[in-house]
C-alpha cells in the first residue's frame, strides 16, 4: 500500500512533500532561534515519514538534488559534492554489499524495467511516435491516442498505462523538434531568470530565489520519471516568485560606481 492523500497518486503527494522539506530545510538556514529551528525540524521529519510511505523514488531524487543545491549554495560546492561522494560510496556500498534484492535490481534490466513500471517501454514509444512526425509532431494531448496506435490488441489489453511519465518525451513526440526546441527554450529562459545573479543579491531574497531554483529544478527531474510539468501549478507558482524577487534586486549601475571619486579623498 502507498499513501496518496487527497491526490490519489502518491508520486503527487511525493513531489509536494519534497518541496515542501526544501522549502523548510532552506528557511531554517535562515533562522538561530531554537524553538523556529526545532519547529522547521519537526515539520520536515512528518514531511520526510510521509513522503517515506509515499514509496515515491522520483520524489526522493528530486528530494536530494534539492538539498544537493541547498548545500552547495550554503557551504560551497566543492564541499557538499565531496560529503554527496562519500556518503554515495559508503552508504551505497554497504546497501550494494548487503541486500541481494539491491545488486539485482542494479545490475539486472530486467528488473530494472520491472521496478520502472514499464516506463522504459513507454519512452521507447514516445520516440517510435516522434520518427513518424519529427519536425512538428503529432500534435498537442495526443500522446496517448498515438501510443495506443502502436500496440497490438493483446498489448492493449495488458498495458494500462499510455502516457509517457517523461515531459520531454512526451513534449518531443508531440510538438516535434519545432516544439522541443522552445520547451528548452523555457527551462533555460526560467533558470536564467530564477537563480541568474541570487548570489550577488544576498540576503534572504537571494537565497529564496536559490531556493526555488532548487524546487524548479527538482520538478524539472521529477517530470522526467512521472511527468505532469506544465500541469503543476508549483511550477508556475516558483518560477512567478523567483522572478518577482529578482525584479526586488537593487540595480548597479556600474557606470556611476566607475566613476564616483573615492570616499576618502574625493579624488577619481
Known amino acids: 500500500f502507498r499513501a496518496n492523500g487527497i491526490f490519489f497518486d502518491p508520486n503527487i503527494l511525493g513531489r509536494y512533500l519534497a518541496s515542501g522539506i526544501i522549502g523548510a530545510l532552506a528557511v531554517a538556514w535562515t533562522r538561530r532561534r531554537g524553538w523556529e529551528l526545532a519547529v522547521l525540524a519537526g515539520a520536515a521529519a512528518i514531511m520526510a515519514a510521509g513522503l517515506f510511505v509515499t514509496y515515491s523514488r522520483s520524489s526522493t531524487l528530486m528530494l536530494m538534488i534539492g538539498i544537493a543545491l541547498l548545500a552547495g549554495r550554503a557551504v560551497g560546492a566543492r564541499r557538499a559534492f565531496a560529503v554527496a561522494a562519500v556518503l554515495l560510496v559508503v552508504i551505497g556500498g554497504i546497501t550494494f554489499a548487503a541486500s541481494s534484492n539491491v545488486r539485482h535490481a542494479a545490475t ?15 519512452m521507447r514509444g514516445g520516440l ?10 503529432t500534435g498537442l494531448g495526443s500522446f496517448a491516442h498515438e501510443f495506443e496506435d502502436t500496440l497490438t ?13 517523461n515531459t520531454p518525451v512526451t513534449v518531443l513526440s508531440e510538438g516535434g523538434v519545432v516544439g522541443f526546441a522552445l520547451f528548452l527554450a523555457l527551462i ?62 537593487p540595480a548597479r549601475d556600474t557606470a556611476d560606481t566607475r566613476d564616483d571619486p573615492d570616499p576618502e579623498t574625493g579624488a577619481d
Open 153 to 165: 490488441e493483446a498489448e492493449r489489453a495488458k498495458i494500462r498505462v499510455v502516457i509517457s511519465h
Open 188 to 249: 533555460a529562459g526560467t533558470g536564467w531568470a530564477a537563480v541568474r545573479g541570487s548570489k550577488r543579491q544576498g540576503g534572504v531574497e537571494g537565497w529564496a530565489r536559490w531556493t526555488l531554483g532548487a524546487i524548479l529544478l527538482g520538478i524539472l527531474v521529477h517530470s522526467m520519471l512521472y511527468a505532469a510539468l506544465f500541469e503543476d501549478p508549483f511550477v508556475w507558482v516558483a518560477a512567478a516568485a523567483a522572478v518577482a524577487l529578482a525584479a526586488m534586486a
Open 128 to 137: 517510435t511516435i516522434w520518427r513518424e512526425s519529427p519536425v512538428m509532431g
Open 108 to 122: 539486472s534490466t530486467e528488473r530494472l524495467e520491472r521496478v520502472s513500471e514499464g516506463r522504459f517501454d513507454l
